[in-house]
Nanobody, 117 residues
């Protein structure tokens, strides 16, 4: 049974850092592109970052370029999102999302990130 379990969220001051993790199980992790999405209150979900199955290629939405880094450890079946220089507008529920080659998406339960002084 597929499981995506996010962790690492919390309350951080502006300019601070957090590292999100997503522990994957129930499928062959190294075969799938993986994504981080987020949803802020009153806003639509948005793609934050994507990484290819082997980790060789990444994508970032413009608002996080230079501040966030997506990575994966296929030996540990774990996806990461290193978030630096956090801003209040980064406050959202962050989701780990599996992406299949045919465009299906499977979502974790999310982890809350709050950036506030």
């Amino acid at each position: 049974q597929l499981q995506l379990v996010e962790s690492g969220g919390g309350l951080v001051q502006p300019g601070g850092s957090l590292r999100l993790s997503c522990a994957a199980s129930g499928f062959t992790f190294r075969y799938y592109a993986m994504n981080w999405y987020r949803q802020a209150p009153g806003k639509e979900r948005e793609l934050v970052a994507r990484i290819t199955p082997g980790g060789g290629s990444t994508y970032y939405t413009d608002s996080v370029k230079g501040r966030f880094t997506i990575s994966r450890d296929n030996a540990k079946n774990t996806l990461y999102l290193q978030m630096n220089s956090l801003k209040p507008e980064d406050t959202a529920l962050y989701y780990c999302v599996r992406q299949s080659s045919v465009g299906n998406y499977d979502w974790g339960q999310g982890t809350q990130v709050t950036v506030s002084s």
